[in-house]
T-cell receptor, first 111, second 117 residues
Framework: GQQVMQIPQYQHVQEGEDFTTYCNSSTTLSNIQWYKQRPGGHPVFLIQLVKSGEVKKQKRLTFQFGEAKKNSSLHITATQTTDVGTYFC???????????FGSGTQLTVLP | EAQVTQNPRYLITVTGKKLTVTCSQNMNHEYMSWYRQDPGLGLRQIYY???????DKGDVPEGYKVSRKEKRNFPLILESPSPNQTSLYFC????????????????FGEGSRLTVL
């Protein structure tokens, strides 16, 4: 079945440093979504990418979808304490009708 | 307010005692799904429903049942819970047409933390 790997599992950064999480799929994806889960909270949708090579920005967050549509990344510039949480990618592709979630990257921002 | 509501939020039970986790959404969404979240494993899909009376297995359906008799409700049933079903459970919903601004967005409930002793 479809697998979506996400690295790193944990990341500690000093406030103001940048952060990147990477997502890789075993199959070509039709789209990929990103979610953020605050500690003790539920996943909240951030964005969906559909096109090969697509880049989208939301303030300090930059999302990329690879040219081959098998990988994606989320980059946060100048992290803030409000960025703390776990970031999940979720991809749909191949014969899979459902989203497959990555294992998540837990971000800690040290003040 | 658009929301997905799960109950109970927390539950401690014993092996073999049947329980139901309810999920209700007020957004008239066709699609609903259940996930379990375990450390290091992310969110794994248990069951999903494309519409009323249409349900299908996800990646980890063993030990669970669901029903979709009404559009707004999608209960998760554990007929005979076992300790390996101790987990954090999330219900989610999505409209099939989606939003032009946020296409494909899954709306998650607050989560139900289940402990089976």
């Amino acid at each position: 079945g479809q697998q979506v790997m996400q690295i790193p599992q944990y990341q500690h950064v000093q406030e103001g440093e940048d952060f990147t999480t990477y997502c890789n799929s075993s199959t070509t994806l039709s789209n990929i979504q990103w979610y953020k889960q605050r500690p003790g909270g539920h996943p909240v949708f951030l964005i969906q990418l559909v096109k090969s090579g697509e880049v989208k920005k939301q303030k300090r967050l930059t999302f990329q979808f690879g040219e081959a549509k098998k990988n994606s990344s989320l980059h946060i510039t100048a992290t803030q304490t409000t960025d703390v949480g776990t970031y999940f990618c979720a991809g749909r592709g191949g014969s899979a009708r459902q989203l497959t979630f990555g294992s998540g990257t837990q971000l800690t921002v040290l003040p | 307010e658009a929301q997905v509501t799960q109950n109970p939020r927390y539950l401690i039970t014993v092996t073999g005692k049947k329980l139901t986790v309810t999920c209700s959404q007020n957004m008239n969404h066709e699609y609903m799904s259940w996930y379990r979240q375990d450390p290091g494993l992310g969110l794994r899909q248990i069951y999903y429903s494309m519409n009323v009376e249409v349900t299908d297995k996800g990646d980890v359906p063993e030990g669970y049942k669901v029903s979709r008799k009404e559009k707004r409700n999608f209960p998760l049933i554990l007929e005979s819970p076992s300790p390996n079903q101790t987990s954090l459970y999330f219900c989610a919903s999505r409209g099939t047409s989606g939003s032009a601004l946020r296409p494909g967005e899954l709306f998650f409930g607050e989560g139900s933390r289940l402990t089976v002793l």
